[in-house]
């Protein structure tokens, strides 16, 4: 399964996340500090490029 380590824009640690888990309105709870984000806006558009470029480097 591949994954994205998603890095939290709280406290700055990584949870890794399969690829299935991450779409635009998708609810993120970060295990660490519990803050609950809602995937969309500029930071899918992050998420969205890095996993393009993931995706290249098959
Ligand atoms: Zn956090």
């Known amino acids: 399964m591949r994954t994205y380590p ?3 824009p709280v406290c700055g640690r990584k ?3 399969l ?5 635009e ?3 993120l709870i970060c295990p660490y ?3 609950t984000l809602t995937l969309h806006g500029h930071m899918w558009e992050d998420v ?4 393009q470029k993931l995706d290249e480097d098959k």
């Open 48 to 51: 969205r490029k890095e996993i």
């Open 6 to 8: 998603f890095p939290c």
């Open 33 to 35: 500090c519990k803050l």
């Open 19 to 23: 690829l299935t888990e991450l779409f």
């Open 15 to 17: 949870k890794d996340y």
């Open 25 to 27: 309105g998708a609810i």
